[in-house]
């Protein structure tokens, strides 16, 4: 006969989820929503746009702001404010998120991917300069180049910019992960000739959903605006000359960000906070590696990355991605490259064998800017339990 459950005792019960990089709204964004919403600027301008945009030129140190709908419509803006067209090539990170090269896709211009180096994961600014002599001496020099600083750490600028220059290839930095992070004392957003930012739902400031266009030039910025309001002529009446976007940030979502951008400071403490607990906790487990911060400039560790080396931590990177899941851990393997996506797969790659493996092997840990040391801990012990299982 079957025995009748105790009731007492929940059959089931399971931690709560930790997740890769959840919004954390800590700070003024209730109070500064609801300001917007009560003052009826409930439209893709009003106070609040131009406050975060200011707020944004002051913290980036830059000197003009577009805020958009998303960090891809700013990638989309920064290549049409550059006048790229179909038939062009654009140079692009190879590892990044895939909205960095379907910007290019947009403008019917076709990307070309460059691999990355060890020392940053970005941008190897040395293969970056084999394709450039190698497009010289084709007659065919790309339009610009999309360089990416990947999971919060800016790319080389210091090379990348020498090489770039040479060809006279201007430079979009797509700083959509970067938020904070520093190029020898430089902030992410300020290289190249447009920064793009991103604030969606899991980065380190959220709206959301938005993104940022920002450049010395104004002329770029003050276009884009244009452009993002369906490109209006100045009449009374509906009059365009050109094709506009609807890619303007809500005032809404505008009061979001500034409550979110004043907490910044603390924000980028915590990740790193966060990133030096896991270094401790996992820095002696064989086999286990984390991203490498370059000496050059201080991330904003928006994402804690981790290497796996199967055969001497005693299991793969899906094994353990598996292992975190089974708790409740939410992780992630790394950007699968451009050049491994179906959808890119007759674009030119230079290399690609580095961000293969790094693909291959790495892994996001959460690192939300509200998990406890108590929530770190979980993460730490599930990774040692995983190996211990595997290797026994
Ligand atoms: C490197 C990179 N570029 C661009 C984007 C696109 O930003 P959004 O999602 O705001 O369009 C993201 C993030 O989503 C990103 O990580």
Excluded at 203 to 224: C, F, H, P, Q
Excluded at 257 to 286: H, M, S, T, W
Excluded at 331 to 340: C, D, E, N, Q
Aim: with cysteine; net charge negative.
């Amino acid at each position: 006969m079957l025995k009748k459950p105790n009731c007492d005792v929940p059959l089931f019960r399971r931690e709560k989820r930790l997740f890769l990089s959840p919004p954390h709204p800590d700070g003024r964004e209730r109070e500064l929503l609801i300001q917007a919403y009560e003052s009826n600027w409930i439209t893709t301008l009003g106070p609040h746009v131009d406050a975060f945009e200011q707020g944004m030129c002051e913290k980036v140190g830059v000197g003009h702001a577009a805020a958009l709908a998303s960090g891809t419509a700013a990638l989309h803006l920064a290549l049409v404010m550059l006048g790229i067209e179909r038939g062009e090539e654009v140079l692009c990170s190879n590892l990044t998120f895939a909205a960095t090269a379907n910007a290019i896709v947009y403008c019917g211009a076709t990307p070309v991917f460059i691999d990355s180096n060890r020392e940053s994961w970005n941008m190897d600014p040395e293969l970056l300069a084999e394709e450039l002599d190698s497009c010289a001496r084709k007659g065919k020099l790309p339009q610009a180049a999309f360089v990416v600083d990947l999971y919060g750490q800016c790319a080389e600028y210091g090379r990348i910019d020498e090489v770039c220059l040479k060809y006279g290839v201007p430079i979009i930095e797509d700083a959509a992960e970067a938020m904070g992070a520093t190029y020898n004392g430089t902030f992410a957003g300020k290289f190249g000739v447009m920064g793009v930012f991103s604030f969606n739902g899991n980065k380190i400031i959220t709206t959301s959903a938005g993104g940022m266009l920002v450049s010395d030039n104004e002329e770029y910025i003050k276009r884009a605006r244009f452009l993002s309001t369906q490109d209006r002529d100045p009449a009374p009446h509906y009059q365009h000359s050109h094709i506009g976007y609807n890619y303007r940030l809500s005032n809404l979502l505008a009061a979001v960000g500034r409550g979110q951008l004043e907490r910044l400071d603390e924000k980028i403490a915590r990740r790193r906070a966060i990133n030096d607990f896991y270094r401790n906790a996992l820095q002696d487990l064989p086999g286990l590696e984390f991203m490498p911060e370059a000496p050059y400039g201080k991330s904003n560790c928006w994402l804690t990355v981790i290497l796996i080396t199967p055969q001497e931590f005693g299991a793969d990177r899906e094994a353990v991605r598996l292992a975190l899941e089974k708790e409740n851990i939410e992780s992630r393997p790394i950007w699968k490259p451009m050049h491994l996506q179906p959808v890119f797969k007759d674009c030119r790659v230079r290399g690609g064998e580095v961000s293969e493996d790094l693909f291959e092997r790495g892994l996001c840990l959460p690192s939300g800017t509200q998990m406890t040391d108590e929530d770190l801990e979980r993460v730490v012990n599930v990774l040692k339990n995983s190996r211990r299982r595997n290797k026994s």
